[in-house]
């Protein structure tokens, strides 16, 4: 009886295991991963100049293997790919250094998630073109502060540009008026010189390769990354705390209000919607610190190194504006020219070059090559917004890239992919 239970007991192990392996070979890919080199270390300085040559080695999909990454150098396969399937590409493989130093709590970092979704609906809500007016008279207020300390102390040019982006972010949604030299505003630059490099595949390659570190102390050999991701990570709960409760006491005590108060009061209780109205203030402070900054900087270089394209500008102004008021956003749709300053500065300088990561949640089959589920997809967004095919001496600074179309430089401000896709 014994003997004929092992033989049972064997031919069920034996099924099993022909089963597995059926399913196995069924479900394993036939078509090969897209080309790409073999590295030890990603690229980590101008890295999207590095994937820009890699591209025009192995084509519109470099695949880095020993990485599972992903690059995509022209615009018609990144629309393909995370905007026409973005149910596939709409997550986020964070990197390991990313989630010590609390990336999660930054929507814009975060995974895909019921959480997540919960804080982009807030975010959108705030944010659509509908709300948008709602910001103007922040925006108008320290702009104009703006040119007026740029004119009292011209030498402070980089610390009046910093502080700007500032200035509107914290009074649109805070209602406070953050000076550059408040902790505030110094720690969120601190924060963003520690955060940003975590999210660059390659910048911290110990904890990448050997990810069980994140369990030793500091002191081990190869752990020294922790202090950083320590300090990285008190810093983002500042961020996400002190500018809300300064806000939320503000309203308490009559001080002032805010739309981030409107809601906290509006959710008062609710732990979920709180959690994403501090994230949609994080996200917001914490981009404008680089974003805009970013922008903001590549206008003035180029108008240096452009002083053609900056007095065409300025004579479209006092033309249609006239020389005793400044321009409004109702003034937009007739100044063509600065419009398309402004377009050009973005497309030659985006502001975040290679974008943010994106992450396949399963399988995918593109152009003849199989990408595999969890593998991150980088857009070089850089590479794209300086395509030959795509635009006329694609490295060289031309408004009129926006003008010489006949749709004119109004098109829709997602053309230029400077801020990502999906």
């Known amino acids: 009886m014994s003997h004929i239970s092992a033989m049972l007991f064997a031919s069920l192990i034996a099924a099993?295991?022909?089963?597995?392996?059926?399913?196995?070979?069924?479900?394993?890919?036939?078509?090969?991963?897209?080309?790409?080199?073999?590295?030890?270390?990603?690229?980590?300085?101008?890295?999207?100049?590095?994937?820009?040559?890699?591209?025009?080695?192995?084509?519109?999909?470099?695949?880095?293997?020993?990485?599972?990454?992903?690059?995509?150098?022209?615009?018609?396969?990144?629309?393909?790919?995370l905007e026409k399937r973005a149910r596939i590409y709409s997550d986020r493989r964070m990197t390991q250094m990313n989630k010590l130093c609390g990336g999660e709590m930054n929507i814009v970092l975060a995974p895909y998630s019921d959480s997540w979704r919960r804080k982009r609906k807030l975010f959108q809500q705030n944010f659509r073109q509908s709300t948008i007016n709602r910001f103007h008279g922040y925006q108008y207020d320290k702009i104009h502060e703006f040119l007026?300390?740029?004119?009292?102390?011209?030498?402070?040019?980089?610390?009046?540009?910093?502080?700007?982006?500032?200035?509107i972010i914290f009074s649109a949604l805070y209602g406070l008026d953050v000076k550059p030299e408040d902790p505030i505003a110094q720690d969120a630059v601190k924060l963003l010189e520690q955060l940003m490099p975590t999210i660059i595949?390659?910048?911290?390659?110990?904890?990448?390769?050997?990810?069980?570190?994140?369990?030793?102390?500091?002191?081990?050999?190869?752990?020294?990354?922790?202090?950083?991701?320590?300090?990285?990570?008190?810093?983002?709960?500042?961020?996400?705390?002190?500018?809300?409760?300064m806000t939320v006491e503000n309203s308490r005590t009559g001080k002032g209000t805010s739309l981030i108060a409107e809601l906290a009061t509006k959710h008062k209780g609710n732990l979920a919607e709180i959690e994403s109205i501090k994230a949609m203030g994080t996200a917001s402070h914490l981009a404008a610190v680089e974003t805009t900054t970013s922008s903001t900087s590549s206008f003035i270089l180029l108008m240096v190194l452009h002083?053609?394209?900056?007095?065409?500008?300025?004579?479209?102004?006092?033309?249609?504006?006239?020389?005793?008021?400044?321009?409004?956003?109702?003034?937009?749709?007739?100044?063509?020219?600065?419009?398309?300053?402004?377009?050009?500065?973005?497309?030659?300088?985006?502001?975040?070059?290679?974008?943010?990561?994106?992450?396949?949640?399963?399988?995918?089959?593109?152009l003849g090559y199989h990408i595999p589920k969890g593998c991150s997809v980088i857009p070089n967004i850089w590479a794209m917004n300086r395509d030959p095919d795509v635009y006329a001496r694609p490295d060289d600074f031309l408004p009129e890239h926006f003008l010489d179309t006949p749709a004119g430089p109004f098109t829709n401000i997602g053309n230029i992919h400077a801020y990502g896709f999906g």
């Not at 102390?153 to 540009?161: A, C, F, S, V, Y």
Request: net charge positive.
């Open 16 to 81: 099993l295991a022909l089963i597995y392996f059926v399913r196995h070979r069924k479900r394993r890919p036939t078509l090969p991963y897209p080309p790409g080199p073999k590295v030890a270390r990603m690229p980590t300085y101008e890295s999207w100049v590095v994937y820009r040559n890699w591209g025009r080695e192995y084509g519109e999909l470099v695949y880095i293997q020993d990485w599972n990454i992903l690059i995509l150098n022209t615009s018609r396969v990144a629309i393909d790919l």
């Open 201 to 245: 595949p390659g910048s911290y390659p110990v904890i990448e390769q050997f990810p069980w570190l994140r369990y030793m102390p500091s002191w081990f050999p190869g752990c020294g990354f922790k202090r950083i991701a320590d300090q990285c990570f008190r810093q983002m709960k500042k961020a996400d705390t002190i500018p809300f409760d």
């Open 307 to 366: 002083p053609e394209a900056q007095a065409k500008g300025q004579e479209e102004i006092d033309r249609v504006i006239g020389r005793d008021r400044l321009p409004t956003f109702d003034d937009r749709h007739s100044l063509p020219y600065v419009e398309a300053i402004y377009r050009e500065v973005l497309r030659l300088n985006p502001p975040a070059p290679q974008g943010i990561e994106h992450s396949s949640i399963e399988d995918d089959f593109y």
């Open 148 to 167: 007026r300390e740029l004119i009292s102390t011209p030498d402070k040019l980089m610390q009046h540009n910093i502080a700007l982006s500032q200035r």
